[in-house]
Antibody
């Protein structure tokens, strides 16, 4: 089955760290860029970070730059998000998302597969 | 950073209505614009990519148009299952993106 399964969320105090994981199955993981997208309770979607298929290119939202680190292990079909110096405003449901490029020209890209998310709550 | 502004933020409509949601980018993004539908407690679902291409399996009552800075998502005849929140997303850069704030479509 083609799926993404996130884990690692939980309750953490401000200033502490947390590492999220995303396990991919049912597709060739190292063919695709991967991303983290979050959604604060009752709020909209916010792109957090993305990583190319070979980890050669990485991007971050300004809101997390310098605090979060994205990585992947293609041998384990896994994506990670190391979150340091957590703040209350980082409280959200964190989705792992696969991106693909549009056929046949591959000029455009979009998210075509999402996990169910893992909830991170930052509170004392 | 590219900012995306959707309007309206919420919308009430009836089954059978034609509905249009607008998304505006803070700079030209060509056709690097996608639309997603999200229902409560669920992950987003891709509807439209590259501004006007219908994702496989999505009903033809959904359509997208626009390029540059102004885009629209149109639902030609609302069905009960279409009541949800809709988001636009720009994918102008390879590993950077932003979403609009969302449009909640409610039953009148």
């Amino acid at each position: 089955e083609v799926q993404l399964v996130e884990s690692g969320g939980g309750l953490v105090q401000p200033g502490r760290s947390l590492r999220l994981s995303c396990a991919a199955s049912g597709f060739t993981f190292d063919d695709y860029a991967m991303h983290w997208v979050r959604q604060a309770p009752g709020k909209g979607l916010e792109w957090v970070s993305g990583i190319s298929w070979n980890s050669g290119s990485i991007g971050y939202a300004d809101s997390v730059k310098g605090r979060f680190t994205i990585s992947r292990d293609n041998a384990k079909n896994s994506l990670y998000l190391q979150m340091n110096s957590l703040r209350a405003e980082d409280t959200a449901l964190y989705y792992c998302a696969k991106s693909r490029r549009s056929p046949p020209t591959e000029i455009y890209w979009y998210f075509d597969l999402w996990g169910r998310g893992t909830l991170v709550t930052v509170s004392s | 950073d590219i900012q995306m502004t959707q309007s309206p933020s919420s919308l009430s409509a009836s089954v059978g209505d034609r509905v249009t949601i607008t998304c505006r980018a803070s700079q030209s993004i060509s056709s690097y614009l996608n639309w997603y539908q999200q229902k409560p407690g669920k992950a987003p679902k891709l509807l439209i990519y590259a501004a006007s291409s219908l994702q496989s399996g999505v009903p033809s009552r959904f359509s997208g148009s626009g390029s540059g800075t102004d885009f629209t998502l149109t639902i030609s005849s609302l069905q009960p299952e279409d009541f949800a929140t809709y988001y636009c997303q720009q994918s102008y850069s390879t590993l950077s993106s932003t979403f609009g704030q969302g449009t909640k479509l409610e039953i009148k």
